[in-house]
């Protein structure tokens, strides 16, 4: 149980901390990795679903087990966006150091399976 205590409570304190100051630059990622985000309701949609799972990832770390079925989604949240941003690296329609976010991601997703089998009723 410790275990999935400590993975919930990093990832969901890691992702706040990467995805709160996103709000605040849209402006920078357009000009650091063109084109300029012309959809800004399609960017903050994005990074408020996000910020909402890592509250959810907080919420897990409370009591694993009581909400143990809520990690089946959590794992499916992590690996959406991390094999969509390999396949798009892949096919060069995106910039490499997302490729970073995606890893951090996809391990994350493999301790979620981890916590997931460990916190089973015996």
């Known amino acids: 149980m410790k275990f999935a205590?400590?993975?919930?409570?990093?990832a969901g304190v890691y992702g706040l901390l990467i995805l709160l100051p996103q709000y605040f630059l849209r402006a920078r990622i357009?000009?650091?990795l063109p084109p300029e985000i012309t959809h800004p309701e399609f960017y903050y949609g994005f990074v408020g679903v996000a910020v909402a799972w890592q509250v959810l990832f907080l919420i897990l770390a409370t009591d694993p087990r009581r909400f143990r079925p809520m990690m089946i989604p959590a794992v499916l949240e992590k690996a959406s966006f991390g094999i969509a941003v390999v396949v798009l690296v892949?096919?060069?329609k995106?910039?490499?150091?997302m490729?970073?976010?995606a890893l951090v991601d996809l391990t994350f997703g493999v301790l979620f399976v981890l916590a997931f089998?460990?916190?089973r009723n015996s």
């Open 99 to 101: 490729l970073a976010a």
């Open 117 to 119: 089998f460990r916190t």
């Open 94 to 97: 995106t910039a490499m150091p």
């Open 30 to 32: 357009g000009n650091d």
């Open 5 to 10: 205590r400590r993975v919930y409570l990093i």
């Open 90 to 92: 892949a096919q060069g």
